[in-house]
């Protein structure tokens, strides 16, 4: 086969058919009751209760990620995404509380979020029957990225422009611009760079502005 049609194809199998499915798939979640943005599409994805999530605008979603919000029926949304998201291939959100995600936000295939644990302070009831266990949302502020198969648990915040690495388990919060890694993770190291803040494009005309401390806050 020459490379033109070769090329023709692939563009067709790789676009022209994701374009249709996933723009009728997110039609679909969105009459189920999902809150989606402008400029978001899905793959395939799984979610328990479609009302429960609620998707910003340009987020970007590899298949199989599976919103699980494991709570008594309530209204939502509790699975809350802000702008331009990215969730990788795999992703597991599993919440009975609530987890928020700010704008920027990457997150790598693969990784968990739990927002409790069983309880398990009796020997002698079940362990799937015991009903002590803590419940506490997650919080991830915005420009966070979060490395490949990453588990984030109960009540963890990970603060502003912060990296995880890859294959970390999460169980304290994470500071602005932190690095952190490890099985518990321990921090790691900072950000390199200047201490400012990500902010809006200034309109057109204005004067340059210098940052100040109070950029940082
Ligand atoms: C976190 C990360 C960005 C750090 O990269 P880096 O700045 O080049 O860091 P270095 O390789 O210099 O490592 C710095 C320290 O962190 C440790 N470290 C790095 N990655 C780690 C990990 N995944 N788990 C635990 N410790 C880790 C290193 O061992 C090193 O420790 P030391 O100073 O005691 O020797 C990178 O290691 C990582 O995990 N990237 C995620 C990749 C990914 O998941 N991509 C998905 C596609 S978006």
């Not at 939502?76 to 599993?94: H, K």
């Not at 009540?155 to 890694?181: D, F, H, K, P």
């Not at 494009?201 to 940082?216: C, F, H, N």
Request: hydrophobic residues 40%; proline residues 5%.
């Amino acid at each position: 086969m020459n490379s033109f049609f070769a090329r023709a194809i692939f563009r067709l199998r790789a676009h022209g058919r994701l374009y249709v499915t996933d723009a009728l798939r997110t039609a679909w979640w969105g009459a189920l009751g999902m809150h989606i943005g402008r400029g978001t599409t899905l793959p395939r994805i799984h979610a328990t209760w479609p009302h429960q999530v609620s998707l910003g605008h340009n987020c970007t979603l590899e298949h199989d990620v599976y919103f699980k919000f494991d709570g008594i029926y309530q209204l939502g949304p509790s699975l809350r995404f802000g702008d331009t998201v990215f969730i990788g291939a795999g992703c597991e959100f599993n919440i009975r509380v609530g987890i928020r995600v700010g704008s920027n936000a990457l997150i790598a295939s693969g990784c968990r979020f739990v927002d409790h644990d069983h309880g398990f302070s009796s020997r002698a009831i079940p362990m799937g029957q015991q009903t002590d266990g803590i419940e506490s949302p997650i919080v991830i502020e915005d420009d966070v990225w979060i490395g490949a198969n990453t588990v984030v648990l109960k009540g963890v915040t990970i603060r502003r422009g912060a990296v995880v690495a890859a294959g970390s388990v999460l169980t304290r919060s994470v500071g602005a611009y932190e690095i952190w890694g490890g099985v518990p993770a321990r921090k790691l190291k900072d950000r390199p760079g200047a201490v400012t803040a990500i902010r809006a494009p200034a309109p057109a005309g204005a004067e340059p502005r210098t940052a100040t401390p109070a950029d940082a806050r």
